[in-house]
Every structure is written in C-alpha cells, then in structure tokens.
C-alpha cells in the first residue's frame, strides 16, 4: 500500500487493506481524493438560507466527503455483504457504549425484532413464550411494540408521563401480571426514561429490560450512555437519528451469551457464528453432534433458532465508522440548538407543555416536543398546515396512541387505565428539529414561525 493511501486512510480513518500493486494504490487515492474534491464542491454549493424560502428539515444526513470517501473505498474493496468494515463498527460501537458486544444489523426496527426475539431462545433458562406479556407503552413508535406480537407475546400498554413523554412509571405495578417477563421502551426523542424507576421494578421481579436506543445514542442518564442499562439496547442509523448509515442499526448487551443468540437470529439463525467469510471458528466444525442430524453434519449448516437474515452491507458500515467518530460534536450540537430554541420558544409558555428532561437525565435530543395544553387536533392541523406552508419541518409524536391505528385494531393486549396522555398528545404534539444541520439563523427563523403558527391557529 503506498504511502499516499495510507495518509488518505489515517486521515478519514478507512480500516487496512491487503497489500495491493503501487499503481492501484496510486489510482485508488486519486479516486478517493477527487471525490472528496466533488463533494466538497457540491456542499459548498448550498444556496444561502432565506428565512421563509428555504426548507428548514426537522432531521437530515450531516456528512462531509469523508462519509463518501468511506463509501466509495468500501465500493472498490467490493466485500459487499457485512466484513471488515462491518466488524471494526461493531467493536467502535461496543467500546464507544462500554458493552461487551454490538451487533450491526440493516435498521432499528430489525434491532428491536432481534433483541425481542433472542428471549424466546430455547438457549436461554427461562425463554419468552407465546402468551407472556410484555410491558411498553403505546405513545411512541410502532417497531418499538410489533416485535412483541410477532412473538406472540401480549403487549401490555401503560400511559406516558406528559412532562418527559418516558412511561409513566407510577403504572408499573398495575400492569405486572404472572405471566410478565419483560418491559420494552424507547427514550423517547431522546429523551431517557426514568431508569431508576424502571430498573428496580425489573429487578423486583425478575424482568428483562430492552431499552429501544434509536432516538437516543449519546443520551445519558446519571451519568452512563442510555442503551447500556438493560439487557439489549437497540439503535437506528436511518438518516433522522443521531448517526446514519443511510439504513442501519444495532443491537447490543453487556451479556455474551445473548448476543450470540442475537447473532444467531441475525444470521438466518445458525448455530455458527463465523464471520462473514470465515470458516471453523469453533475448529470442530465436521465434529458437532446434534440429535436428529448425522454426527459431523457441517456447522454452518445447522439452524437453532428460527432466525432472519438482518444484515446491512459493508458499505453501510464503513459510512457508520465515520459518523460514529463524529456523534460526539453532533450530539453537542443538538443539546446546544434545543436549549437555545427552548429559549426561543418560552412566549409559547401556557400555550404547549414543553417536553423536559427527565430529572438525571442529560438528553441528546432528538427533537423538540411541544404538546397543546388543551388537546384540539383542529388546531394542530392547522398549526402543521402553517409549518407546512412556512416550510418549517414537523413530526406529529410518531402514532400519538398506537392503540388508534388501524394496524393495531384486533391486536390482543391488556392495557392499564385509558391511556389519556397518549390521547391528549395524539391530538396535541408535535417536534420540530434540532439536528446538527440547523444553524442559529435556522433556530431564530423556526422559533419565529412556530409562535406565529400556534398562535394564529388558536385564535381561529
Ligand atoms: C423509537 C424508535 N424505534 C425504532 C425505530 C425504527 O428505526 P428504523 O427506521 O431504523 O427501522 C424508530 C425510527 O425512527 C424510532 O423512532
């Protein structure tokens, strides 16, 4: 490898590769450097902001050519399918997070599938079985909750707290049953739930804890990265979340024995866990005995769990180690742009309950929720309709109640009390951005916009 694409790689932190000729080496750094040229071009390009002209997103990619760099290196090494990009992001992310295992998998929706359904591994002591039930919320995200159907499994829904949108913890108790093994939940928009509440009801009775990560890499709570407290934490790199991958995500724990289960569900379920690529990693790979199989029938063909092929690509990867070493400064970009669009914002007070930090909690946020004091979800239509039309990005709270889509109509659950906050913020609340793509100008413009909106569709 010569000189020049060592430097190339030292400089956008590329993993090695085989030794190759000079003067391929030589016409790979003058791929890689032009297209940095390209990209750095096109970014310089962006046309000025105008406030009230210019789309104001609520989430969006933050890359350089570094991203593309990576990419493209990835490209031309042409692994494809998960290898050497894929394993070195597996061990930045686990160290990053202080795990012992991280596994890359092809979205968030894919990590909490997997997390979910590792318990029901016969390889555990005390598998999930159809019937149990699992405790979660129905304000939030749709892929946080359908892994526990599709295990079979019985949601049980509890309300959220409308001052930090995490559980409303109070409800824990009612919603426990004999048949309870396991509480599901997201941070929602990044946002950390009461983990101390929701750790020592776990431990009180012997429930796993899936912590959904995906809006929240680089939250913490008292102190420690969220993700790392339960039994998995989940994350999503689609591009709105903190990093991106294009589609990607991640599934990790502290315990080795559930992460080759979730290995093995990631990968068609196989009882192997070669990497990609790899051969008799166990070094007795013709000398297994199964009970229904011929002695020696080859490793990596035999199947223990019901699994999936979750995978992402190399080339996801590889974009994913570039933007890991950046969540730092992305996630001190977001705390630094919500508390200066909260500021903003405090006219609004006694209009919207704002969505606050949950005490120990220092959020990486992902938005900024607003929720009507007097649910109207005319008003909010039309508060939306002018952000629209103002070109200021906006998200309802994900499904508000999930128990109100159709999707969910004839899903078997138990549910604690009515759930009224999940309705109040159905038809009241809204986030609107504050990703590292926004700047100071941006935050001012949007601030302004979402007054004027919430004001002008009350006064109607
Ligand atoms: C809380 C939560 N969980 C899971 C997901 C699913 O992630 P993905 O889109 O990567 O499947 C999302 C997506 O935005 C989310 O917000």
Not at 59 to 70: C, H, K, L, N
Not at 248 to 275: M, N, P, Q
Not at 293 to 312: C, E, F, I, Q, S
């Amino acid at each position: 490898m010569s000189d020049s694409t060592k430097e190339w790689q030292k400089d956008a932190g590329a993993s090695a590769m085989d030794e190759i000729p000079e003067d391929d080496a030589a016409l790979e750094h003058k791929i890689l450097r032009l297209t940095g040229e390209l990209i750095r071009r096109r970014l310089g390009k962006r046309r000025p902001f105008k406030p009230g002209i210019t789309s104001i997103p609520y989430a969006g990619r933050v890359y350089d050519e570094r991203e593309v760099q990576a990419a493209v290196q990835a490209s031309l090494d042409f692994w494809l399918t998960l290898g050497p990009e894929g394993q070195a992001f597996e061990r930045e992310l686990a160290e990053y997070l202080g795990v012992k295992r991280a596994l890359m998998v092809n979205s968030g929706s894919s990590a909490n599938l997997i997390a979910l359904m590792s318990l029901t591994s016969e390889q555990l002591d005390r598998p999930l079985r159809k019937g149990d039930e699992v405790i979660t919320v129905a304000c939030g995200f749709p892929t946080t909750v359908n892994p526990i159907v599709q295990a079979g499994c019985i949601p049980v829904f509890v309300d959220v707290d409308m001052t930090t949108l995490g559980v409303d913890v109070t409800q824990l108790e009612a919603a426990r049953s004999e048949r309870t093994r396991a509480v599901l939940l997201a941070h929602t928009l990044g946002n950390p739930f009461d983990l101390d509440a929701v750790l020592s009801f776990c431990r009180a009775y012997d429930l796993v804890l899936i912590e959904d990560n995906c809006d929240a890499l680089g939250s913490r709570y008292r102190g420690q990265l969220t993700g790392t407290f339960g039994n998995f934490g989940t994350s999503s790199f689609y591009p709105a979340h903190h990093i991106t991958a294009g589609e990607g995500g991640a599934v990790y724990t502290h315990d080795l024995h559930l992460a080759k289960i979730a290995e093995s569900f990631r990968d068609w379920g196989r009882d192997c866990w070669c990497a990609c690529g790899r051969d008799n990693t166990c070094g007795k790979r013709f000398a297994w005995e199964w009970d229904d199989l011929p002695a020696g029938y080859d490793h990596k063909y035999v199947y223990r769990h019901l699994g999936y092929n979750l995978k992402p690509t190399d080339i996801q990867a590889a974009i994913g180690r570039v933007q890991l070493r950046k969540l730092g400064e992305f996630g001190a970009a977001r705390r630094r742009n919500w508390a200066r669009l909260r500021q903003l914002l405090s006219p609004l007070e006694g209009r919207v309950n704002f969505v606050q930090a949950t005490p120990g909690a220092d959020p990486s946020w992902f938005g900024l929720a607003m929720v009507l004091q007097q649910p109207d979800h005319e008003v909010l239509h039309r508060i939306c309709a002018i952000l629209d039309a103002k070109r200021v990005g906006h998200r309802r709270i994900f499904a508000g109640n999930l128990l109100r889509h159709p999707a969910y109509r004839h899903v078997e659950h138990r549910k604690v009390g009515l759930l009224p906050v999940s309705d109040h913020v159905l038809a009241g609340g809204f986030f609107v951005g504050v990703y590292p793509g926004l700047d100071d100008q941006m935050m001012e413009t949007q601030a302004k916009t979402v007054i004027e909106a919430v004001e002008q569709a009350q006064r109607r």
